[in-house]
C-alpha cells in the first residue's frame, strides 16, 4: 500500500497526488465522494451513470435542434462503451 504525506493548503485544500489519480482513473472537473470515519476520511470516485449522461447531452442536442429528436440504439451504445472501455483498461 502506497502512503504519501500532504500539506494542507491556505483554504484547507488538499490536492491528491498523481500517483493515486492515474491509479483510480480520477480526471479534473470530476466528482468524489468524502465519508469520515474512525480513522480519518474516505474518498471514493463516484460510479457514474453513463446513459443518464447521454441522455442529458441528447435533451440538450434536442433543444439545440429545435425540437428535433434524437435518437439511439441501446444495444449499440453499450456495444461501444464496452469497446472504449476495454481500451481504456478500464
Known amino acids: 500500500m502506497v ?18 489519480r492515474d491509479h483510480y482513473n480520477l480526471y479534473p472537473e470530476e ?3 468524502i465519508k469520515a470515519n474512525d480513522e480519518g ?3 471514493t470516485k463516484n460510479k457514474k451513470d453513463t446513459l443518464k ?5 441528447a435533451e440538450i442536442a434536442t433543444e439545440k435542434r ?7 440504439n ?3 451504445f453499450y456495444g ?3 469497446k ?3 481500451r481504456a483498461g478500464l
Do not use: C, N
Open 3 to 20: 502512503e504519501l504525506t500532504v500539506r494542507l493548503g491556505s483554504k484547507g485544500q488538499v490536492v491528491i497526488p498523481k500517483i493515486f
Open 31 to 33: 466528482t468524489v465522494t
Open 41 to 43: 476520511v474516505l474518498i
Open 53 to 57: 449522461i447521454l441522455e442529458k447531452i
Open 66 to 72: 429545435k425540437g428535433k429528436p434524437f435518437r439511439y
Open 74 to 76: 441501446k444495444k449499440e
Open 80 to 82: 461501444q462503451y464496452e
Open 84 to 86: 472504449r472501455a476495454k
